[in-house]
């Protein structure tokens, strides 16, 4: 069974930051790309960051340049520094990470979310 938790969410003021992690649990795969996402209230889920198991990154432009994507592959986890946050930064933020069987097949699991709150 894959679990994936995340973790550091929270309330913060604006200009301030955090940290999320997402810890992902299971056996028989390997993790290609993890990332994340967020879905604010009213919209549509969206991807933050990502980054593949060569530690190549991709960012949504609204978190270049404040959000930094890292990932330590002997634990299956991935970070998101979340520096000089916004109050539309506000969002559950999701951890995804795609799995890669023997088989060959892939498949996204995803995190249960966290919370971000950023105070104006």
């Known amino acids: 069974q894959v679990q994936l938790v995340e973790s550091g969410g929270g309330l913060v003021q604006a200009g301030g930051s955090l940290r999320l992690s997402c810890s992902v649990s299971?056996?028989?795969?390997?993790?290609?790309?993890m990332g994340w996402y967020r879905q604010a209230p009213g919209k549509q889920r969206e991807l933050v960051a990502s980054?593949?198991?060569?530690?190549?990154?991709n960012y949504a432009d609204s978190g270049k340049g404040r959000f930094t994507v890292s990932r330590d592959n002997a634990k299956n986890t991935v970070f998101l520094q979340m520096n000089s946050l916004k109050p539309e930064d506000t969002a559950v933020y999701y951890c995804?990470?795609?799995?890669?069987?023997?088989?060959?097949?892939?498949?996204?699991?995803w995190g249960q979310g966290t919370q971000v709150t950023v105070s104006s």
């Open positions: 995804k990470a795609e799995a890669k069987y023997s088989s060959g097949i892939y498949y996204n699991y």
């Open positions: 299971g056996s028989k795969f390997s993790i290609n790309v």
């Open positions: 980054i593949s198991s060569d530690g190549t990154t």
